[in-house]
Structures are given as C-alpha cells and as structure tokens.
C-alpha cells in the first residue's frame, strides 16, 4: 500500500530518502514532487518486473497475435537448423580436394552470378505468383538439392565444378525465395509488430549457426558426411510442409504485364534517393567482405591460425555475434533506422583489419563477433524500412533492387581475388578490404535523407502508397 502526499514549498528533487520504520519496513520516497509512503514489498522489484513483462509482451507479440506468423516461424526454424547442420561442409571440402582460395572464388561466382542475374524477374515473380508457392516449391527443390549433395559425399565424387553447378541452382532457388519471404512477413504482421517480426526471424536463423554446426559436428562423427547432408535434406521438406500451412493473403493488385513490373521495379530502384545511396554503398561493401572474410580470411586462418579446427570456431563466433545482435535488436528497437542501419556495418572491418594485423585467434573471433552482431542489427533496422516505406504489391520487386544491388559488384571481384593476392599478398588484401567495408559503411550518411530515415513507432502510421515519381520531399 502506498499513501501519497502532496509535496509543499514547490518542486522537489527527484531522489529516493528511504527511512526505515520498525520491523514493517515502511518508507517515505521523494518521487516526482510527492512524499510517497511505501508499505512492504518493493517498488524498484515492482517497476523491473513489470518492465520485463512488458517487453516480454512486446517481443512475443508476433507469435501470440499471428497464427499464420506462428507457422511460417515454425517452417523458418526447420529450415534454418538443418542448413546450419551443413554449414562449411561446402567450402571445406573445396579446400579438401585442393581447390584453395580460387576454387571457393569459382564456387562463390557461380552462385552469386546466377543469384543477381535472376533477381530482376524473381522479384517481379515475388509480387505475381502466390507468394505460399514459391516459397513452398524452392525448398522442395532445397531438399533435391541437398539430395544430389548427399549422394556426391555418398560415393567420394565431389569436385569444385560439380558443386559450383548445384551452389548456382541454389542460388537460382534463392533469388525466387528471398523475395517472397519478404513480402510474405509484411503480409502476416501488423505494422507495429514488423520489427519484432524480423528480429525474431534473424534470432532464430543466427542461433542455428550456433547449433546446427554443433549438432552437425556430432552427426559426422557418429555416421559420416553424406548422412549430415541428408539430414540437411530432409529438413527442407519438413520446412515445405510446414510452409504449405501458412495461410498468405493474396496479393491486392491490379492486372499488368509481366514486362511492365520489371520495368517498375527500376523505377522503385532510382525514386528513393536513401535506397539507391545505401544499395550501392552496400554493394561496395559486401563485395569487400565476400573477399576479405569469405575467401581471402578463410585461407588465411587455414593456414596461420590453426586449420578447419580454428575456422569452426571462427564461425561459432559469427553465430554468436548474429544472435546478439538480433536480441539487440529485440530489446532496443531501431527507430533511428537510417543511422543503426549505417552505424551497424562500422564492424564488419575488424576481421581484415585484425588479420592483416597477425592478431591471434581469439582477437579474430571477437572481431568476427563483433561484425556479425553489427550486420545484424542493420539488417533488422534495413528490412523494417523497406517493409514500412513501400506497399505489400511492391515488396517483392523491392527486396529484389536491395538484394541485386547489394550483390551486383561481389561476382566481378571474385576473377580478381589471385590478382589482388598477388600484388598486395594476403595480409595487404586484407586490409584494403577493410577500408573499404568502411568506406561502404559511412558513406550514405553524407546523405541527409540517409541520415533522416525513422521507423514509426505507433500504428496510427501506415505504410505509404507507391511513389515512382521521386518526388517525396522527405526522400531528399
């Protein structure tokens, strides 16, 4: 019970005066201009513990107000753990058949290069053809071609070409996938739960590169690669079964040609000044970071850092570093998008830097976490821009121009990697890579409307109509 009276002789500081009175442990509190008496318990206890339900309110909600969230979340998370089972096994066993840092360029051409060149018709598909479909076709293409993987670990045939040949068909997969997803969480939530949403979403696919290598760790040991890769397999068909179930509206829209969105969707790519600015920015980023991380890093920790043993553990603090990240994102939401976006990217330099720099292991690792704790966080703070600013019929057509743009400069880097090797060496490529994930990172904050970008924060904001025009003032 709490007795409240009014303070006198004007305002009074805002501090606790807690004195005890007999064994009932009553109080008087200075709160707001008010002498509060407090009888037993905890106020602060009181306060924290609502706080936490709140928030765990808050956090959940997708999965408590959406049934048809709650199933593609369940699909999403099969999905996620078995590939997470099989993470690696591709690029380690191109280093195993002495494929080295070339062979994992070849590799990451073939499927990037196949992913960029069909992303313009996938995301006019992604707003055509029944979103439930297409996400519910590819993973049962997914589960083939984890199949077919299974069968090469199987009978000791593979090779770069064959697995470069099956990485483009995934990636082939994927172009139509990634879309769809998309717009098929936009579709599913409310507005103001978009954020949550997405979070929960990158928290789930960031803990199963925690689990899924461990767990997968565990399988190969037990019963081999090619059973690993089965299980892979097996979990997209559970995800395509699971995905089948979730009830997607259909799409509201009027009739156009086919020719007709895909033409749209440059038309979105260039009316927003902030989109086209962060995706080439983005771009320039993520193609330095495929070949400093993804190629160059790889070897190098092969080599000089302890062989796969330390690039697992590497990878486990990527994981790490993604799950934190995304419970960042959960608990401290990014209304200030446009700056977490842009900020959160600061940290992918740190591996090539650290690298470049010799530091041990366990300093690349923690520079590894780091970068994938920022990505995550601007990732959550970049796809709730693009599912707030543009309509449901568009999202498809928009997460293409972001994906496209991100991936377009990635495949003419990966020809030049034993170029770069051989005039700068290891640790130089290294480091001009981190500058210029650097340079990506903070260039579109020279551009006020990059700068300006806000997520709402109430559910009286609606999403806006389609603007081709490019002339919104706030985009400027």
């Not at 601007?378 to 991936?407: H, K």
Request: charged fraction near 10%; charge should be positive; include cysteine.
């Amino acid at each position: 019970m709490a007795v409240h009276v009014p303070a006198f002789g004007g305002p009074v500081l805002h501090v606790r005066v807690l004195h005890h009175c007999g064994e009932l442990g009553r109080g008087l509190v200075v709160v707001g201009g008010d002498v509060v008496v407090d009888q037993g318990g905890s106020r602060i206890t009181r306060r924290v513990s609502g706080l936490v339900r709140a928030q765990s309110s808050r956090i959940t909600a997708p999965l408590r107000t959406s049934r048809g969230y709650r199933r593609y979340y369940a699909s999403m998370v099969a999905n996620a753990l078995g590939s997470g089972i099989a993470t690696g096994a591709v690029s380690m066993t191109i280093l195993d058949t002495g494929g080295g840092a070339t062979g994992i360029a070849m590799l990451l051409l073939a499927q990037v290069g196949t992913q960029v060149l069909l992303m313009p018709v996938s995301g006019a598909a992604a707003d055509r053809v029944p979103r439930r479909l297409l996400l519910v076709g590819s993973l049962v293409v997914f589960g083939v071609i984890g199949a077919a993987q299974t069968v090469l670990a199987a009978t000791d045939t593979a090779s770069v070409a064959a697995l470069a040949v099956l990485g483009a068909v995934t990636f082939a997969v994927s172009s139509f996938i990634l879309p769809a997803q998309e717009g098929v969480v936009r579709s599913l939530v409310s507005l103001e739960h978009l954020r949550e949403a997405n979070a929960l979403a990158k928290l789930t696919r960031y803990s199963a590169t925690i689990v899924g290598p461990s767990v997968g760790g565990v399988l190969v040991a037990a019963f081999g690669t090619s059973v690993t890769l089965g299980v892979d397999a097996v979990s997209y068909y559970a995800a395509a079964a699971l995905m089948a179930r979730v009830p997607v509206p259909a799409l509201k829209r009027s009739p156009t040609m086919f020719r007709t969105d895909v033409a749209e969707m440059w038309t979105i790519a260039v009316s927003r000044r902030w989109l086209w600015v962060n995706v080439l920015a983005g771009a320039f980023g993520v193609a330095c970071w495929h070949i400093g991380y993804g190629i160059v890093g790889i070897t190098y920790v092969r080599a000089h850092l302890g062989g796969p043993a330390a690039w697992g553990a590497v990878a486990s603090c990527l994981g790490g570093g993604m799950v934190a990240g995304a419970v960042v994102s959960l608990v401290w939401p990014p209304v200030r998008a446009g700056w977490r976006n842009n900020l959160g990217c600061v940290p992918m330099l740190l591996p090539d830097a650290l690298m470049a720099l010799r530091a041990p292991l366990w300093a690349v690792g923690a520079g590894v976490a780091a970068a994938a704790a920022g990505m995550s966080i601007a990732a959550v703070a970049w796809r709730a821009i693009l599912q707030q600013e543009f309509p449901d019929a568009q999202q498809g057509r928009v997460s293409a121009v972001a994906w496209t743009g991100e991936l377009v400069i990635a495949p003419l880097g990966y020809p030049v990697v034993p170029v770069l090797l051989s005039a700068f060496g290891t640790r130089g490529t290294l480091a001009v890579c981190s500058a210029g994930m650097a340079l990506g990172a903070l260039a579109p904050l020279t551009v006020p409307s990059c700068r300006r970008l806000r997520l709402h924060t109430t559910t009286s904001k609606t999403v806006p109509a389609a603007r081709t025009d490019g002339a919104g003032r706030n985009d400027r």
